[in-house]
C-alpha cells in the first residue's frame, strides 16, 4: 500500500513548522485512550521523502509547484514563518535509526538555514537509541521531542496498556536530556479515573520531577469514541472525574513537582482552566488562581464543555 499523508496532529508551539511525514500512526498503538489504539504504523520510503524536500526547495528558491507533489506540501509552506521542520507522526523518532540520520543530513545539507527540528517521540523510541545516538541527532538539529508519559503512576501506566514503567520513562527522558535534545512533556489529567486520581497525581508530580523537562503541558482526558477506555467507561468500569477534580490534580502536580526551570502550561484546549508559567518561580500565581476557582467550586469559570477539544 502507498504512504498516506497523515492529518496534522502537532503541538500548538510547532504551528508555523513545515511539516514532513515519516511515518503515518504510532508504533505504541496500544494505549487505551489514544485514537492511535489499534492503528497500524506506516513508513514512508526515504527516497519519497527526499523527493518532498527537493519540491520544498524548489517551491520556496523558485515558487514552482510540481504536479505530483500532494498539494499540502504548498499549502504548509506557504505559510511557513519559521525555520523549523517537525516530523510527523504519532512517533516519527521509531524511523529506523540510519535512514532518520539520512534525512536529517538531507535536510541539513538543502536547507542550512533550518534552525529546529523537532518530533513526537514515545519513551520506548528513546529506549532503543543511545546517548550517542541522540546526539547525532542532535547535531542534525533535532532539537526537541514531545513524549507523553501521561502519568507517573504504574498502576495507571499499565491500566491503560502505556508499554512502560514510570522508570523507563525517567531513564528514556535521561538519554535524550544528556544528548542536548529539550523535552516536552505532557500528562493526562484524569487518567486515573476517580479511584485513582489521588494517586496518579502525586505519582505524576513524581516523574516530572525525575524526568526535569524544559517544558510541560498537562491535558484533560477526553474519552475518544471506539477506543478500549470509552468502552470500560461505558460498562461503569471506569469513572472519569468531574472538572472540578481535574483542577485538584493540577493543583496537586504544580504544588508538589520540583522543577530547575520549567514553562508549565494547562493551555490546551481540553483543559477546563487554563494556567500557566514558569515553575518555581510562578507557582504560588498559579496556585492561587486554581484555589479561588477550587474554594467558590465557581464552574462559570471554566471552559464549558462544548468549547473543549482533544
Ligand atoms: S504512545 Fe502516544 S500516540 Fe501512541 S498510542 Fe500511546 S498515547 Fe497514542
Redesign the pocket.
Same mark, same amino acid.
Given at each position: 500500500m502507498s504512504f498516506q499523508r497523515p492529518q496534522i496532529f502537532r503541538p500548538p508551539s510547532e504551528a508555523r513548522s513545515y511539516f514532513l511525514p515519516l511515518t503515518q500512526g &504510532? #508504533?505504541?498503538? #496500544? &494505549?487505551s485512550? &489514544?485514537? %492511535?489504539?489499534g492503528a497500524q504504523l506506516h513508513v514512508r520510503d526515504v527516497e519519497e521523502i527526499k523527493e518532498e524536500i527537493d519540491a520544498l526547495d524548489l517551491y520556496l528558491r523558485e515558487g514552482v509547484c510540481l504536479p505530483h507533489i500532494h498539494p499540502v506540501v504548498y499549502q504548509v509552506a506557504s505559510h511557513l514563518t519559521t525555520k523549523r521542520v517537525f516530523l510527523q507522526d504519532?512517533?516519527a523518532l521509531v524511523y529506523p535509526y540510519p535512514k532518520l540520520v539520512e534525512v536529517l543530513q538531507y535536510l541539513n545539507v538543502k536547507f542550512p538555514w533550518l534552525e529546529k527540528i523537532a518530533a %513526537?517521540a514515545?519513551p520506548q523510541d528513546l529506549l532503543r537509541r543511545s546517548v550517542e545516538e541522540l546526539k547525532v541527532l542532535k547535531e542534525l538539529k533535532l532539537d526537541i521531542v514531545y513524549v !507523553?508519559p501521561?502519568s507517573g503512576d504504574d498502576e495507571v501506566l499499565k491500566h491503560v496498556n502505556? !508499554?512502560v514503567t514510570h522508570d523507563e520513562i525517567v531513564e528514556g527522558t535521561r538519554r535524550a536530556k544528556e544528548a542536548g535534545i529539550s523535552l516536552s512533556v505532557t500528562v493526562l489529567l484524569g487518567l486515573g479515573g476517580v479511584t485513582g486520581s489521588e494517586r496518579h497525581a502525586h505519582e505524576t508530580a513524581r516523574i516530572l520531577t525525575e524526568i526535569d523537562p524544559e517544558y510541560a503541558g498537562a491535558l484533560t482526558l477526553t474519552l475518544v469514541h471506539g477506543t478500549p477506555l470509552y468502552e470500560e467507561s461505558c460498562q461503569g468500569k471506569f469513572e472519569l472525574i468531574s472538572p472540578l477534580q481535574s483542577l485538584n490534580e493540577l493543583k496537586t502536580i504544580i504544588e508538589n513537582a520540583d522543577f530547575t526551570n520549567c514553562f508549565f502550561s494547562s493551555m490546551h484546549a481540553s483543559n477546563y482552566l487554563a494556567v500557566r508559567g514558569v515553575l518555581p518561580q510562578d507557582r504560588n500565581r498559579m496556585l492561587g488562581q486554581l484555589s479561588h476557582v477550587l474554594k467558590t467550586e465557581d464552574e462559570s469559570l471554566l471552559r464549558p464543555e462544548f468549547m473543549r477539544e482533544l
Open positions: &504510532c #508504533s505504541n498503538n #496500544s &494505549c485512550f &489514544c485514537r %492511535y489504539n504519532g512517533d %513526537y514515545t !507523553g501521561e502505556k !508499554g
